[in-house]
């Protein structure tokens, strides 16, 4: 560290009343909660705040609540709205990512919300919409697990799978829409009738609402005693920690259950090195965050053995790191590097 | 047009005794035969010669042929070696695209070949290795079918399944070696045998040698009588130009075995355009090449069908249009792309 740097002031010094535009906020907006947060330069965090989505209230209510979110994050954060140099904002898709509208989430109910402009008359500065896993992805790139990498391929088990993919620093995009939707990738013929309508996609063998609407089965057949004593039998309550719990509880059942689902998912993240030959596989979600041995082990198995020969030892499988800040601190670094680009 | 292009010398004047660099060459390096091209710098194609690969004569009798043609194809230009700006030169993989070796080539059965380092000394100019069917994907998205393409999704079924993509001008690539290898995504769990050794792939059930196999077996049963009496049961013997024949001859038999295979490749076109949101889906090989409607109609169809709702109406499935031309053309365009991004 250079002398220099030692007599600038302190980054969080809060009494500062310096209003150049000096931090940027990130804003993860996600079927039950939303999360902001305000970033310095370094994307040190200075402040954040939480609340529930409500997407069911629509669209308009959204918005002001989004709003309300950043206000208070600042305040937080002890700095002023004029203040922010960007916003990058993480939504579920699908989005179109040319004009900054949210083209429809099933999960909140919206329908052509042109997000980017709102924030940007809002605010008073540029804003960034983005995919949510993307976001995370890029975050995890940059800051956390798969620091380094200039290939990574993310795959999120969860109530779907999302997926992203960074390479060289920048986010895959193909040619107008958010994309990288791994989970309605067709992995079984005939398969089981997936959330979309279609059937054997990936989502459909291997998310973690498949894994927990089987193993709510097996609680009602009597083979997950642990379970069943712990959760009983309604999906909505087999969450990630259920089923960690129910594991680690002994019911072998549904171990055998969240392999199988791993397998599948390592079966696909090897059908993805031989087609995109990516140096890091990042695993993330919490299923994945509650069991990362486990995971870990089957998903690499299962890669290897798909994956052909030359690129066999040319990728890694990592547990996300960053938790819920994986997209929040994502999205406000996207923002930085969009924004340099486009002034550069 | 400037009145001062009027007085250019014309660009094929081949008295020309400047000796400027002024000339691409483009090499496609394939497993039976090779061609060499001379472009000038607008990639208008100066000169060319081909000549069998005899890929068993090993890789140091192979370079010298391959050195031995590119003079030939100078000469057909009139150009000398010293006008040559750089080499661009597809090989089938897998390839170390960083420092430019042919890994290994079961087609030619090389092995670690630093090829590109072999044509820099010997040309004395800057070289660049790729991947055939990345050279293809670019030729076609440059110069041919998918002319103005945002992002192009290749598929090639041959005696297996190239890809390649194309995206914002740049080939998509890993971390370090050549990929997009769609020929080994897992598309049905337990599947036939691959030639790779694992079951499932996609080449197994939509190459055209699976096709020509099961077209063989058809001929075998007496069920595909034209195919039979125009080519026996000789597997090697039942290429394209004998399928397409078939078909057009009645062997119904033989349609019903092409658009299953079609279909599985449109259904993975579908899983990709779910993964990459490409604006073209862009087929070739010679099989594709002789029955294009029969090709286009069954893959638009699958890809469709595989295709979330938000992705469906925006890509288009071209078939590619420049023929053997893709990849040498594609080759020498992408040296003057990547050499003179270098130079920036």
Redesign the interface.
């Known amino acids: 560290m250079s002398t220099s740097e030692i007599e600038k002031p302190a980054k969080n010094d809060k009494s500062a009343d310096s209003h150049e535009r000096s931090v940027w906020v990130g804003f993860d907006l996600g079927g039950t909660k939303m999360l902001a947060a305000v970033y310095d330069a370094e994307f040190q965090l200075l402040g954040k705040k939480r609340k529930p989505t409500k997407g069911h209230e629509g669209s308009e209510a959204g918005i002001e609540r989004v709003h309300g979110l950043i206000a208070k994050a600042l305040e937080d954060a002890d700095v002023s709205v004029d203040q922010i140099i960007g916003i990058g904002i993480g939504v579920p898709?699908?989005l179109d990512l040319v004009d900054g509208i949210v083209?429809?989430t099933p999960n909140l109910g919206w329908k052509d919300v042109p997000i980017r402009q709102q924030l940007e008359d809002k605010f008073g500065c540029p804003a960034v919409l983005m995919n949510d896993v993307d976001a995370g992805v890029y975050g995890e790139t940059r800051f956390g697990a798969a620091r380094g990498?200039?290939?990574t391929v993310g795959l999120f088990p969860g109530t779907g799978i999302g997926?992203g993919c960074v390479?060289d620093g920048e986010i895959?995009?193909?040619?107008?829409?958010?994309?990288?939707?791994?989970g309605?990738?067709?992995?079984?013929?005939d398969g089981p009738r997936c959330g979309?309508g279609?059937r054997g996609c990936l989502e459909a063998v291997a998310s973690r609402l498949s894994i927990s609407a089987q193993a709510a089965a097996a609680a009602y057949r009597g083979q997950a005693p642990f379970l069943k004593k712990a959760e009983g039998t309604d999906l909505s309550e087999i969450r990630s920690a259920a089923l960690a719990a129910s594991i680690k509880g002994g019911d072998k059942v549904v171990e055998d259950i969240v392999r199988a689902a791993a397998r599948h998912l390592g079966?696909a993240a090897?059908?993805l090195v031989?087609?995109?030959?990516?140096?890091v596989i990042l695993l993330g979600g919490g299923l994945v965050e509650a069991l990362p041995e486990l995971y870990s082990e089957v998903v690499i198995g299962a890669a290897q053995?798909?994956a052909?020969a030359?690129?066999r030892d040319?990728?890694e499988v990592k547990v996300a790191s960053l938790g819920d800040y994986a997209s929040v601190q994502g999205a406000a670094a996207w923002a930085q590097h969009t924004l340099e680009k486009t002034k550069g």
């Open positions: 898709g699908p083209l429809d990498a200039r290939c997926g390479i895959f995009r193909g040619s107008r829409l958010s994309c990288f939707e791994v309605h990738m067709r992995v079984v013929p979309c279609r079966t090897g059908s031989n087609l995109l030959n990516p140096d053995k798909r052909m030359c690129y040319t990728f």
